[in-house]
């Protein structure tokens, strides 16, 4: 059954998805649910020293946190887990980990400074440091468009997955709220299989594209090669 999902962005409830997969066919699930805030306050309206947030419309995919049954599917059909946001979703999560991540965006608006990601490993405490301050990015020369409020770099995926995920398995990422795309894109880029699932129509259609437009510019660059 895990075939259908593979390799792609999946348009769905994630709920859905995951009563279809068996029991720890994943190997890591890297995600970024929703923290159950307002839109506003995630950083979609408002303004900062670098100038005016991008407004990306009206939604309402981050009004609540997602019900304990979605965490329980989570560590029942995966083998470690990544989850952006645990401070908010301490609740539903409940579990204590000696491992969280923290991402300094090196932000000098009026936004969080870091964000925090609750993990499944035993290891110590992380910290990644990777500018994302409005229209600063640490990858000036390859910046990336914002396409989801929320949207995580994917250089910084890259840099989690090479430090989380074991590459000797050959196993699973998933992301099962793909939001735009990145944890898909770092997993083609570093020839990981994954599987992404992503409710919200319009940020669906928008990260299939995105995802299609990093394959295709691999493809016309491996052509030259």
């Known amino acids: 059954m895990i075939e259908k999902f593979l390799n792609k962005i999946t348009h769905g409830d994630c709920l859905d998805v ?24 995630r950083g979609t309206i408002g303004t900062s020293n670098r100038g005016v947030a991008k407004d990306y419309g009206k939604s309402d995919w981050d009004d ?20 952006f946001g645990g401070n908010f979703l301490a609740q539903n999560i409940g579990k204590n980990s000696p491992c969280w991540l923290v991402w300094d965006k090196n932000n000098t608006g009026n936004y969080a400074d870091c964000e925090l990601a609750w993990t499944s490993f035993s290891t110590a405490v992380r910290k990644y440091s990777f ?42 990422v998933a992301d099962f709220f793909s939001g735009s795309g990145s944890v898909a894109i770092a997993c083609y880029n570093l020839g990981i299989p994954f ?31």
Not at 18 to 41: A, W
Not at 154 to 171: A, C, F, H, M
Request: charged share 30%.
């Open 131 to 172: 500018t994302w301050n409005g229209m600063i990015q640490e990858d000036m020369k390859n910046k990336e468009y914002r396409i989801h409020p929320t949207q995580k770099p994917v250089k910084l995926l890259e840099r989690i997955l090479r430090d989380y995920y074991d590459s000797s398995s050959n196993g699973v």
């Open 195 to 225: 599987i992404s699932v992503e409710k919200n129509l319009k940020h669906y259609e928008d990260s299939v594209k995105r995802l299609q437009d990093v394959q295709a510019q691999i493809k016309l660059f491996k052509g030259f090669v």
């Open 64 to 83: 609540k946190i997602p019900d304990k049954i979605y965490f329980d599917e989570i560590f029942r059909v995966s083998k470690n887990q990544i989850i």
């Open 18 to 41: 995951m009563k279809q997969l068996p029991d720890k066919c994943i190997d890591l699930v890297l995600t970024d649910p929703p923290y159950g805030e307002k839109m506003s306050r």
